[in-house]
């Protein structure tokens, strides 16, 4: 199972931190991606942290003002979002890479569990 929280209402250049909660499996062993869908487009890969050696991955949209993160010890991963754009606005996702010690992937289809989502607001 994996949990989000975090989202809300900011302005344009202010910050926000999700967090993601996972449990019921081995949660070392996974990479956890972050996805994120605004309302009539395609969901996409926001960024990704893999498993074994810890790895990061951002999208080009948010590379420099995202960072993502993830504590092994409390099954959680974060994602810090800095500098935000009212294009960031969406419903932001984390998910379980399916591979176990697979690595990153920014495609949705191979990632096997998904958070419910939270919603990010971005007024300009």
């Known amino acids: 199972q994996l949990v989000e929280s975090g989202g809300g209402l900011v302005q344009a250049g202010g910050s926000l931190r999700l967090s993601c909660a996972a449990s019921?499996?081995?949660?070392?062993?996974?990479?956890i991606g972050w996805f994120r869908q605004a309302p009539g487009k395609e969901r996409e890969g926001v960024s990704c942290?893999?498993?074994?050696?810890?790895?990061?991955h951002y999208a080009v949209s948010v590379e420099g003002r995202f960072a993502v993160s993830r504590d092994n010890a409390k099954n959680a991963v974060y994602l810090q979002m800095n500098s935000l754009k009212p294009e960031d606005t969406a419903v932001y996702y984390c998910?379980?890479?399916?591979?176990?010690?697979?690595?990153?992937?920014?495609?949705?289809?191979?990632?096997?569990?998904w958070g419910q989502g939270t919603q990010v607001t971005v007024s300009s």
């Open positions: 942290v893999s498993s074994s050696d810890g790895r990061t």
């Open positions: 019921g499996f081995t949660f070392d062993d996974y990479a």
């Open positions: 998910a379980r890479f399916a591979l176990r010690w697979g690595q990153c992937s920014s495609r949705a289809f191979e990632y096997d569990a």
